[in-house]
């Protein structure tokens, strides 16, 4: 099938045959990888490629650390705050959809955020121009979400913040693209969208910006015990972390970010222009300069046909294209590992279901 789920997603084919191949016996250990000693040398060995194939994928500085995390991107939602404000420390949050309004919210417990900007009475469907935005005068970080994978808005320039340091919460687009990383404090993402399977966050953090967490910090939130430890301080995901490492390999192994971000470009050229091109029939809300690349929402011009088009995908074997409780209509997330093939056979698809229907 192609799946066009918003996560856990649709994973490379060849990356797990590969895994398949190697699920029993992981190169002569006689282990599965899920077997294997967090600290013996094989695990060591399996853990220190992902982080040396993921540093050259998006050319982070040595200034920066990475950390193989659990407890999903919405741990990070508290571990932010606690890691690297006090209590009485404003922040800034520019909120462009619900996950971002949920990072705020989880803020409000450990600092003082502040939203500068929200788009919710339009349904986030744009993103302002930062100049125009006014921060609070000594925020220490300001806070976005790089793609919003429930309303597709996806900022295409990162903001200069004035005050403070620009942290980003990536989970939908993470190495979907090339990104300058000297632009963020921290940069973090659930695994499961683009790049493993679901228990493995990553966190790419400043040293600077680590050991300065609040006295209240549990110990399994606190950045500087797992840059100490390697991400070892605890049992981490292993099996998760073994698979982000085969996705990073092969991500390489297509020619880097920049190839698959022309590969991405073009999927998602494909089915905007299917949406934009139906007279009306389709219809995605989000503003044209900001559509994400990676979650196409989009309605019916007549939403009773919705549920049809759902099911009748699925005969097609295309599935998961139901919208966001939350919003509705259908939202197709087209992330790397789905093939160029899947989306030209959902726009055939939509093609002839308009035809049917008009
Ligand atoms: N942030 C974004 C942009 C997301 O899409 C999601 C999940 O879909 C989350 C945060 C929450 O991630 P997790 O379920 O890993 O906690």
Redesign the pocket.
Known sequence: VFNFA??PATLPENVLLKAQSELYNWRGSGMSVMEMSHRGKEFLSIIQKAEADLRTLLNIPSEYAVLFLQ?????QFAAIPLNVVKPEDPVDYLVTGS?GD?AFKEAQKFCKPKVIWSGKSEKYTRIPAFEGLEQSPDAKYLHI?A????HGVEFKDYPTPKNGILIA?M??NFCSKPVDVSKFGIIYA?A??NVGP?GV?IVIVRKDLIGNAQEITPIMLDYKIHAENNSLYNTPPCYCIYMCGLVFEDLLEQGGLVEVEKKNEKKAKILYDAIDESNGFYRCPVEKSVRSLMNVPFTLEKPELEADFVKEAAKEKMIQLKGHRSVGGMRASIYNAMPLAGVENLVAFMKDFQTRHA
């Open positions: 918003a996560g407890g999903g991107a919405t741990t996950w949920k979400c793609n919003e994978t429930i919460d989970s939908s659930g499961q969208k679901s966050t």
